[in-house]
């Protein structure tokens, strides 16, 4: 088993990450002092497969739980099932010093996280991500919440989990699609942060994108460092927590005008980071070589690099940047690369640079 802590003083926890770790669920809650009674939240995917592994694993450390089961898919992370969870919380009498256990994957855990956020003011809770997505990015951070009609996540909180146990046996589920999304979030840490986590994925992705255990313990474990190490400089995202983001403009911008129907975050941010690089390349000065290297090892992951875009939807792409939250004062401030490894973030990016790039895509990349 691997451990890497997320050091943020009385907030602080331990990410474990191996496979088969889902049979010490119990033990590790009771290591933390975690007391009486727990609610599983998880999804109607997850719920068959691991909830009662789960719900073992917690009465072998000595806790009763009850499992909470949502409807699978985006539409979960909402209002109204927050409103369900509160009321099954309250009618299971769950207290203080109860605990959440999420068991799914980003959904679950933004959802689940939100929920033990605001009951009773905030209970202790626990993530066990079951996608890789979740494993390397949602799980670890503490940026819990749901989405409204207006938007994605425009209502959430800052709230650390107590625990973040990733079973990599869990991934053995997952469909493939889902899986390649997830590796956008695992590249993206090459790019953002580690030329050498960049160019061991570029030798080990045969073996990564055959799920084999030994590779993904190292790479997972890497890629939570990364974020562990990001969210300890800058918790609430004042400042370096923004390169987290690359990609994820044009990506979520992507999302929106396709309804959030057409791709996978992943796959959208796979599109947007490789429009990044070639940002990147006119702005900062990224070499040619190193925008090939990206984009190529976005495609031999088998995620989309490039998408065709009529001119009136290349219209609808670039108002739906200037929507993202994380706009300030008009402007859309791009994290760009200098070289692979090495990002800025607030980057300002002319509107002529931004849209040649859109309108060129397909021809520069493909
Ligand atoms: N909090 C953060 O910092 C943060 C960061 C990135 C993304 N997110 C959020 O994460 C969400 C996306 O997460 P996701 O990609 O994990 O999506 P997801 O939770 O919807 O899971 C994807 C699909 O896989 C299924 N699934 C999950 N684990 C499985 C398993 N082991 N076997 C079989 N099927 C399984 C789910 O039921 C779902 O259908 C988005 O809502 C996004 O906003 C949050
Ligand atoms: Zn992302």
């Known amino acids: 088993m691997r451990n890497v802590k997320v050091p943020l003083g009385n907030r602080s926890y331990d990410i474990k990450i191996g496979t088969g770790l889902l049979a010490r ?10 007391q009486s009674r727990c ?7 997850v719920a068959p497969r691991y909830a009662r592994a789960a719900q073992q694993a917690l009465k072998r450390g000595g806790f009763d739980s009850t499992l909470i089961t949502v409807p699978a898919g985006e539409t979960a992370k909402s209002l109204k099932t927050v409103q369900t969870c509160y009321d099954q919380l ?63 996540n425009l209502v959430g909180a800052f709230y650390q989990p107590r625990l973040v146990l990733c079973d990599l046996g869990t991934l053995a589920s997952l469909p493939m699609r889902e899986y390649r999304a997830g ?27 055959r799920r084999d255990a030994e590779t993904l313990a190292a790479v997972v474990a890497r ?39 057409r791709y996978l ?15 990147s390349a006119r702005i900062l000065g990224l070499a040619e070589d190193d925008v090939a290297r990206i984009a190529d090892l976005f495609r031999r992951a088998g995620l989309p690099t490039a998408i065709r875009l009529s001119p009136s939807q290349q219209k609808r792409l670039l108002a739906a940047m200037q929507l993202d939250k994380k ?8 994290v760009l690369a200098r070289r692979i490894g090495k990002v800025e973030y607030g980057q ?10 859109i309108n060129h895509q397909p021809s520069t990349i493909h």
Do not use: M, W
């Open 25 to 34: 669920l119990g033990n590790e809650c009771a290591r933390l002092g975690l």
């Open 39 to 45: 609610a599983i939240i998880s999804d109607s995917n």
């Open 90 to 152: 309250a009618a299971q009498r769950l207290e203080r010093r109860s605990f959440i256990v999420a068991l799914g994957g980003g959904v679950v855990g933004d959802l689940a996280g939100f929920v033990a956020a605001t009951y009773l003011r905030g209970i202790a809770f626990a993530q066990v991500p079951t996608t890789l997505l979740a494993q390397v990015d949602s799980s670890v951070g503490g940026k819990v919440g749901v989405n409204l009609r207006a938007g994605k």
């Open 183 to 209: 590796l956008a979030e695992v590249i993206k840490y090459g790019i953002i942060y580690d030329a050498a986590l960049f160019r061991r994925l570029e030798r080990d992705l045969p073996r990564l994108l």
């Open 223 to 261: 890629c939570c460092q990364i974020k562990a190490e990001v969210v300890r400089q800058d918790e609430t995202e004042g400042g370096l927590r923004a390169i987290l983001n690359f990609g994820h403009t044009i990506g979520h911008a992507l999302e929106a005008i396709s309804h959030y129907g």
């Open 265 to 279: 975050h992943g796959e959208a941010i796979s599109i947007g980071q490789v429009a990044a690089a070639v940002l």
């Open 327 to 334: 706009v300030t004062g008009g402007e859309v401030k791009f």
């Open 348 to 357: 300002k990016v002319p509107a002529n640079v931004l849209g040649e790039v």
